[in-house]
């Protein structure tokens, strides 16, 4: 088979397309042929030399895709030959067939296309885990989602709109503001041109966010704490921004904040099934009914990946990147 790998640590230009040796599902893994995959910020990272894959993973990047079973391992049932599947992947998305967990892998959507399901699993894994399973966010609270038009931001949109909470986003153009708004976002800030901790405490009469779901890290973490309201929640999931920042501790005292932290490549195959169980129980059905869907920017040929690093680097897109094979 044929694959994306990585000889060198990189610009777009460390990605090279090579011939591989086929996968082979082990104890408790499906075979997947791959139609599509989505790209994500974390294969820019690995690309760098900044994201190694978890122990026995693949070393291809590619964090989810989806296609059709060709191989079952030992110990696996439930699933059969020719199933269109998408999944959740520790690497190897970035290839003509990948090994993955059977407990990381979903149905196709009733509804969905095979390539559009490549997008979902990284997306609802990641929002589901950290705004409802982590920040246990509510019914008619208020959510901050940083980056609202990237492919993290406008799942985290649907979904809080979904279980009725108030959803705030920051984005950099009133053109991704009004994507944004399209999707459902109540309170829309620009983050070029407007202080998000003020304008959230203006929109909520100085209540601040229940959740905030932040993507960047160190840079926006004191005005995180800042823009919670009392016993608000603080989940990080990106370091866009660094990875040392600076917070006044009485601030967060004084709101009885919690802060969190989670990252879900590297978290053990019982946790992970855990969470994908979870969204296939709670997001499923809100995709098969159309209330959810995935926002899909630009579609590129698996071996032009180079190009896709590229677009999502520029930070243009809204929605996800799709390799197809």
Known sequence: MHAITIPEPGGPEALVWAEVPDPVPGEGELLVEVAASGVNRADLLQRQGRYDPPPGASPYPGLECAGRVVGIGPSVSGWTLGEEVCALLAGGGYAEKVAVPAGQVL??????????????????????SNMFMVAQLR???TVLVHGGASGIGTMAIQLAKAVGARVAVTAGSPEKLA?????????????RRQDFVDELRRATNGDGADVVLDIMGAEYLDRNVRALAVNGRLAVIGLQSGVKGELNLATLLGKRAAITATSLRARPLKEKAAIVAAVR??????????RVRAVIDREFPLRDAAAAHEALDSGTHVGKLLLRT
């Open 107 to 128: 149905p196709v959507p009733k509804g969905v296309d095979l390539a559009t399901a490549a997008a979902l699993p990284e997306v609802t894994a990641t929002v589901w």
């Open 281 to 290: 129980e709670h997001v499923w059905p809100l995709v098969e009914s159309g």
């Open 179 to 191: 994507r944004c708004a399209e999707l459902g976002a109540d309170i829309l800030i620009d983050y």
């Open 139 to 141: 019914p008619g609270e």
